[in-house]
Protein backbone atom coordinates (compact mmCIF):
# COMPACT_ATOMS: atom_id res chain seq x y z
CA UNK A 1 0.00 0.00 0.00
CA UNK A 2 1.40 3.20 -1.16
CA UNK A 3 -0.68 5.75 1.26
CA UNK A 4 -3.48 7.50 0.74
CA UNK A 5 -4.43 8.83 -3.41
CA UNK A 6 -5.84 11.50 -4.48
CA UNK A 7 -7.11 11.96 -8.53
CA UNK A 8 -6.48 14.37 -10.16
CA UNK A 9 -3.49 16.59 -8.60
CA UNK A 10 -4.87 20.00 -10.36
CA UNK A 11 -8.16 20.32 -11.70
CA UNK A 12 -9.07 24.15 -13.30
CA UNK A 13 -12.80 24.89 -13.77
CA UNK A 14 -14.80 27.62 -14.94
CA UNK A 15 -17.37 29.11 -12.64
CA UNK A 16 -20.78 27.38 -12.44
CA UNK A 17 -19.21 23.70 -13.07
CA UNK A 18 -19.08 20.82 -11.36
CA UNK A 19 -16.05 19.25 -10.17
CA UNK A 20 -15.47 15.34 -8.76
CA UNK A 21 -12.60 14.45 -6.67
CA UNK A 22 -11.49 11.14 -5.34
CA UNK A 23 -10.01 9.63 -2.59
CA UNK A 24 -8.33 6.07 -2.00
CA UNK A 25 -7.42 6.02 1.84
CA UNK A 26 -5.22 3.31 3.24
CA UNK A 27 -6.88 0.01 2.43
CA UNK A 28 -7.29 -1.04 6.47
CA UNK A 29 -7.93 2.23 7.34
CA UNK A 30 -12.09 2.09 8.47
CA UNK A 31 -12.07 6.36 9.01
CA UNK A 32 -11.71 8.86 6.45
CA UNK A 33 -11.37 12.83 6.21
CA UNK A 34 -11.67 15.59 3.75
CA UNK A 35 -10.22 18.93 4.49
CA UNK A 36 -9.83 22.38 3.04
CA UNK A 37 -6.93 24.48 2.85
CA UNK A 38 -6.42 27.60 1.44
CA UNK A 39 -3.76 29.82 0.67
CA UNK A 40 -1.97 30.61 3.92
CA UNK A 41 -3.93 29.09 6.04
CA UNK A 42 -3.89 25.61 7.61
CA UNK A 43 -6.48 22.61 6.80
CA UNK A 44 -10.00 22.99 8.16
CA UNK A 45 -12.22 19.70 8.29
CA UNK A 46 -15.02 18.80 6.02
CA UNK A 47 -16.76 16.14 6.89
CA UNK A 48 -15.47 12.50 8.25
CA UNK A 49 -16.71 8.83 7.02
CA UNK A 50 -16.50 5.60 9.77
CA UNK A 51 -16.42 3.09 7.09
CA UNK A 52 -19.28 4.08 5.00
CA UNK A 53 -21.44 6.25 7.02
CA UNK A 54 -20.80 9.77 6.98
CA UNK A 55 -21.20 10.70 10.68
CA UNK A 56 -19.78 14.14 10.52
CA UNK A 57 -19.90 17.77 8.39
CA UNK A 58 -18.42 21.33 8.85
CA UNK A 59 -20.90 23.90 8.44
CA UNK A 60 -18.22 24.86 6.00
CA UNK A 61 -19.99 22.43 3.82
CA UNK A 62 -22.60 23.93 1.94
CA UNK A 63 -25.05 22.54 0.31
CA UNK A 64 -23.36 22.68 -2.89
CA UNK A 65 -20.90 20.19 -1.63
CA UNK A 66 -21.51 16.69 -0.89
CA UNK A 67 -19.19 13.83 -0.29
CA UNK A 68 -19.73 9.86 -0.29
CA UNK A 69 -17.87 6.42 0.60
CA UNK A 70 -19.69 3.83 -1.24
CA UNK A 71 -18.68 0.31 0.05
CA UNK A 72 -16.38 1.97 2.54
CA UNK A 73 -13.76 2.28 0.00
CA UNK A 74 -12.77 4.91 -1.66
CA UNK A 75 -14.82 8.59 -1.55
CA UNK A 76 -15.97 11.35 -3.77
CA UNK A 77 -16.30 15.12 -2.70
CA UNK A 78 -18.43 16.67 -5.72
CA UNK A 79 -18.91 20.20 -5.79
CA UNK A 80 -21.48 21.75 -7.84
CA UNK A 81 -21.52 24.73 -9.20
CA UNK A 82 -18.35 25.72 -8.23
CA UNK A 83 -17.43 29.43 -6.86
CA UNK A 84 -14.21 31.49 -7.08
CA UNK A 85 -13.81 30.68 -3.18
CA UNK A 86 -13.92 26.89 -3.88
CA UNK A 87 -10.76 27.39 -5.02
CA UNK A 88 -8.36 25.70 -2.29
CA UNK A 89 -6.50 22.59 -1.52
CA UNK A 90 -8.48 19.40 -0.59
CA UNK A 91 -6.87 17.06 1.45
CA UNK A 92 -7.96 13.53 2.29
CA UNK A 93 -7.37 11.84 4.88
CA UNK A 94 -7.62 8.32 6.47
CA UNK A 95 -6.43 6.74 9.83
CA UNK A 96 -7.20 3.57 11.48
CA UNK A 97 -10.11 2.99 13.64
CA UNK A 98 -8.84 4.36 16.86
CA UNK A 99 -8.69 7.35 15.16
CA UNK A 100 -6.32 8.66 18.29
CA UNK A 101 -3.45 8.37 16.02
CA UNK A 102 -2.98 10.95 13.55
CA UNK A 103 -3.65 10.61 9.94
CA UNK A 104 -2.22 9.81 6.98
CA UNK A 105 -3.09 12.44 4.63
CA UNK A 106 -3.02 12.50 0.62
CA UNK A 107 -1.03 14.92 -1.80
CA UNK A 108 -4.25 16.93 -2.21
CA UNK A 109 -6.69 18.15 -5.26
CA UNK A 110 -5.43 21.55 -5.93
CA UNK A 111 -8.83 23.31 -7.16
CA UNK A 112 -8.55 26.37 -9.40
CA UNK A 113 -12.21 28.48 -10.34
CA UNK A 114 -11.96 30.78 -13.03
CA UNK B 1 -14.10 25.34 21.05
CA UNK B 2 -11.01 24.38 20.16
CA UNK B 3 -8.58 26.67 19.12
CA UNK B 4 -4.59 26.89 17.85
CA UNK B 5 -2.40 29.44 17.59
CA UNK B 6 0.95 29.71 15.66
CA UNK B 7 2.31 33.16 16.03
CA UNK B 8 5.19 32.85 13.58
CA UNK B 9 4.11 32.92 10.59
CA UNK B 10 7.35 33.12 8.54
CA UNK B 11 10.76 32.19 10.02
CA UNK B 12 14.13 32.34 8.30
CA UNK B 13 16.99 31.13 9.69
CA UNK B 14 20.68 30.14 8.82
CA UNK B 15 21.69 26.68 8.13
CA UNK B 16 22.79 24.73 11.60
CA UNK B 17 21.15 27.46 13.90
CA UNK B 18 18.68 26.04 16.11
CA UNK B 19 15.00 27.29 15.53
CA UNK B 20 12.19 27.08 17.83
CA UNK B 21 8.52 27.35 16.35
CA UNK B 22 5.69 27.61 19.03
CA UNK B 23 2.34 26.73 19.43
CA UNK B 24 -0.23 27.57 22.01
CA UNK B 25 -3.54 25.62 22.15
CA UNK B 26 -6.97 26.01 23.65
CA UNK B 27 -9.34 23.42 24.74
CA UNK B 28 -11.65 22.82 27.39
CA UNK B 29 -11.18 18.48 27.00
CA UNK B 30 -9.11 16.94 29.78
CA UNK B 31 -8.18 14.49 26.96
CA UNK B 32 -7.18 15.54 23.37
CA UNK B 33 -4.28 15.13 20.91
CA UNK B 34 -1.35 17.46 19.74
CA UNK B 35 0.71 16.88 16.75
CA UNK B 36 2.82 18.83 14.59
CA UNK B 37 2.78 17.86 10.70
CA UNK B 38 5.03 19.60 8.08
CA UNK B 39 4.09 20.45 4.94
CA UNK B 40 6.79 20.69 2.25
CA UNK B 41 6.37 22.86 -1.16
CA UNK B 42 5.29 19.20 -2.99
CA UNK B 43 1.88 20.09 -0.65
CA UNK B 44 1.67 16.89 0.95
CA UNK B 45 1.37 17.34 4.68
CA UNK B 46 3.87 14.63 6.53
CA UNK B 47 2.83 13.28 10.16
CA UNK B 48 5.80 13.89 12.89
CA UNK B 49 4.72 13.66 16.15
CA UNK B 50 1.55 12.79 18.49
CA UNK B 51 1.37 13.50 22.26
CA UNK B 52 -1.82 12.66 24.19
CA UNK B 53 -2.95 15.21 27.30
CA UNK B 54 -1.09 13.06 29.88
CA UNK B 55 1.94 12.87 28.48
CA UNK B 56 4.22 15.79 29.28
CA UNK B 57 7.06 14.31 28.60
CA UNK B 58 9.65 15.76 26.05
CA UNK B 59 10.45 13.99 22.98
CA UNK B 60 13.32 13.84 21.07
CA UNK B 61 14.05 12.37 17.37
CA UNK B 62 16.99 13.51 15.88
CA UNK B 63 17.49 16.74 15.12
CA UNK B 64 13.80 17.11 16.39
CA UNK B 65 12.66 17.84 19.84
CA UNK B 66 9.16 18.71 21.71
CA UNK B 67 8.38 20.38 24.68
CA UNK B 68 4.75 19.84 25.91
CA UNK B 69 4.25 22.37 29.06
CA UNK B 70 0.24 21.91 29.86
CA UNK B 71 0.77 24.84 32.47
CA UNK B 72 1.10 27.47 29.39
CA UNK B 73 -1.23 25.35 26.73
CA UNK B 74 1.90 24.72 24.90
CA UNK B 75 3.69 22.22 22.32
CA UNK B 76 7.00 23.74 21.19
CA UNK B 77 8.92 22.34 18.58
CA UNK B 78 12.76 22.91 18.18
CA UNK B 79 15.07 22.24 15.20
CA UNK B 80 18.43 22.02 16.24
CA UNK B 81 21.16 22.66 13.57
CA UNK B 82 18.86 22.89 10.58
CA UNK B 83 19.15 22.31 7.30
CA UNK B 84 17.90 23.60 3.94
CA UNK B 85 15.84 20.29 3.55
CA UNK B 86 13.77 21.43 6.65
CA UNK B 87 12.39 24.45 4.85
CA UNK B 88 8.50 23.86 4.57
CA UNK B 89 5.72 24.58 6.43
CA UNK B 90 5.14 23.28 9.92
CA UNK B 91 1.53 23.42 11.36
CA UNK B 92 0.41 22.64 14.73
CA UNK B 93 -3.07 20.62 15.21
CA UNK B 94 -5.42 19.38 18.25
CA UNK B 95 -7.44 16.59 18.48
CA UNK B 96 -10.24 16.24 21.16
CA UNK B 97 -11.29 12.96 22.25
CA UNK B 98 -14.76 14.12 22.55
CA UNK B 99 -15.35 16.35 19.44
CA UNK B 100 -18.58 15.70 17.45
CA UNK B 101 -19.46 12.15 16.62
CA UNK B 102 -16.22 10.54 17.50
CA UNK B 103 -14.29 11.63 14.43
CA UNK B 104 -11.43 13.23 16.37
CA UNK B 105 -10.87 15.90 13.69
CA UNK B 106 -7.94 18.07 13.52
CA UNK B 107 -7.61 21.56 14.44
CA UNK B 108 -5.15 23.39 13.03
CA UNK B 109 -3.11 26.27 13.37
CA UNK B 110 -2.38 28.78 10.76
CA UNK B 111 1.20 27.47 10.27
CA UNK B 112 4.68 28.70 10.52
CA UNK B 113 6.55 28.66 6.83
CA UNK B 114 10.50 28.03 7.87
CA UNK B 115 12.98 29.08 5.67
CA UNK B 116 16.68 27.83 6.12
CA UNK B 117 18.80 29.62 4.01
CA UNK B 118 22.53 27.64 3.36
Given at each position: ??????????????????????????????????????????P?????????????K?????D????????????????????????????????????????????G?????? | ?????????????????D???????????????????K???S?????????????????????????F??????????????????????????????????S????F??????????
Open positions: DTGVSQDPRHKITKRGQNVTFRCDPISEHNRLYWYRQTLGQGEFLTYFQNEAQLESRLLSRFSAERPKGSFSTLEIQRTEQGDSAMYLCASSPNTGTYGYTFGSTRLTVV | AQKVTQAQTEISVVEKEVTLDCVYETRDTTYYLFWYQPPGELVFLIRRNSFDEQNEISGRYSWNQKSTSSFNFTITASQVVDSAVYFCALSEEYSGAGYQLTGKGTKLSVIP
